[in-house]
């Protein structure tokens, strides 16, 4: 809808080239994904297609096969970008591969022991 609603206007359409002077990025990229059906994965998969053709390393991770606290730490730690790709199942719900870490960070937004610097 933007699209089309910008190109009666006149204006151009936002530039789709990713570069590391766009996104400032001063560590690494790591995208996260949790699926039912395999759709977010693919989508993971497309966008660090799209990050490799712009020269930029990312790596694409199955929510499920990692410690949160850990890699979100030293993501934080190392300035990193991080993506969530979590579709939605049933209801909003997340999918089961993604059930764990949605509980988790519920639990860890409200824990006043965790760094909020490792969630924004």
Not at 1 to 17: E, H, M
Not at 25 to 52: C, D, E, N
Not at 54 to 69: A, G, M
Request: charge should be neutral.
């Amino acid at each position: 809808a933007w699209f089309k609603q910008s190109r009666k206007n006149g204006s151009k359409a936002p530039s789709s080239s990713l570069s590391e002077s766009t996104l400032k990025l001063s560590g690494p990229v790591k995208i996260f994904y949790a699926t039912q059906t395999g759709k977010a994965k693919h989508l993971a998969g497309l966008l660090s297609q799209r990050f490799s053709q712009s020269s930029i390393q990312s790596d694409v991770l199955d929510i499920s096969k990692v410690e949160p606290e850990d890699l979100l730490t030293a993501q934080a730690e190392s300035g990193g970008v991080s993506i969530f790709l979590i579709s939605t199942y049933t209801d909003g719900t997340p999918p089961q591969s993604g059930e764990w870490f949605c509980r988790w960070l519920e639990d860890t937004v409200s824990d006043f022991r965790v760094q909020k610097s490792m969630l924004s």
